[in-house]
């Protein structure tokens, strides 16, 4: 019997990182998840509307959460910083009920809708390893990573409230799901620091270092390739990835794959891909 959850692709799935969101129908389609469809559902405001209007973004992530709840599911993305988005919304409407039923009014009066509390924000990550369980998904590995991988979480789920039942200091989730993928986890001090993904518009040449830096430990920790849990980092740490070299004059060279990516090829999706990611990570990686 399929697992069903609500959803959502965040900002980027289903623009700058299309690679994502044609993983993400076929890997779950094998681990029994029924993924439900939020049509309606828009933008959170990507911690950009939040800089002007906290009260905005609330109200458009409690919209979202109201759209899932109606269905009576949970909601889940590939991108923690859309996770670590919705979590901050549930974590503000839990711990001031009057600032929740202002953005609830907000809502209501807009949308015709609000959110009640009952639907709650889950990470593809933490929903593998917690309700699929790493058993589940090494049975269902046809071809098996064997390559050092750099687990890359970033700092927003791993802010209070958005770590599921992981280590906000020390995570793990990541590092398991490598190894039932048949992958060996690479263990690098930058593993959740910011790669400055909002700013890169704003603070270009401060972003680019950020990024590199990840990137050059990651390397000189010896990993192959990077596997990222967000949709948002994942465009920094792969499209400006040169750009980055330059600016810091670091060694940045190296294949970026997100979660959803990773799980699918070792599911047996997109097998061509998955050969040229090792091709990749054997030029440039390695």
Not at 48 to 55: E, L, N, V
Request: negative net charge; aromatic residues 6%.
């Amino acid at each position: 019997m399929a697992v069903k959850i609500a959803y959502y692709p965040g900002n980027a799935a289903r623009a700058a990182s299309y690679e994502v969101e044609d993983c993400i129908q076929p890997l779950c389609k094998t681990l029994g998840i029924q993924l439900i469809e939020l049509p309606k559902a828009s933008s959170d405001g990507g911690n950009i509307i939040k800089q002007s209007s906290p009260k905005l973004q609330h109200a458009l992530v409690a919209r979202n959460l109201a759209l899932a709840e109606m269905k009576g599911v949970d909601v889940m993305t590939t991108c923690a910083t859309s996770y670590g988005i919705m979590c901050d919304t549930v974590d503000e409407f839990s711990s001031d009920m009057g600032f929740a039923n202002t953005v609830n009014n907000l809502v209501a009066r807009t949308t015709g809708i609000e959110y009640q509390g009952e639907s709650k924000p889950r990470h593809l990550l933490h929903f593998l390893v917690e309700e699929i369980g790493l058993d589940t998904v090494r049975d269902a590995v046809i071809n098996p990573i064997r390559m050092n991988v750099a687990p890359y979480y970033g700092p927003n789920m791993q802010r209070q409230g958005a770590t599921a039942g992981d280590d906000a200091f020390m995570p793990t989730y990541l590092e398991q799901l490598i190894v039932a993928l048949g992958g060996t986890p690479v263990d690098y001090d930058s593993k959740c620091q910011s790669v400055g993904a909002p700013a890169l518009l704003t603070l270009n040449k401060p972003v680019m270092k950020m990024t590199a830096a990840v990137l050059a430990d990651a390397k000189s920790s010896g990993a192959d390739l990077m596997v990222s849990a967000c949709t948002v980092s994942h465009s920094n740490l792969d499209s400006y990835q040169s750009k980055a070299a330059k600016v810091s004059g670091k060694d940045t060279s190296m294949p970026i794959v997100h979660l959803a990516e990773l799980v699918a090829f070792a599911l047996g999706h997109f097998p061509d891909r998955f050969a040229q990611l090792r091709v990749r990570s054997l030029v440039i990686g390695g």
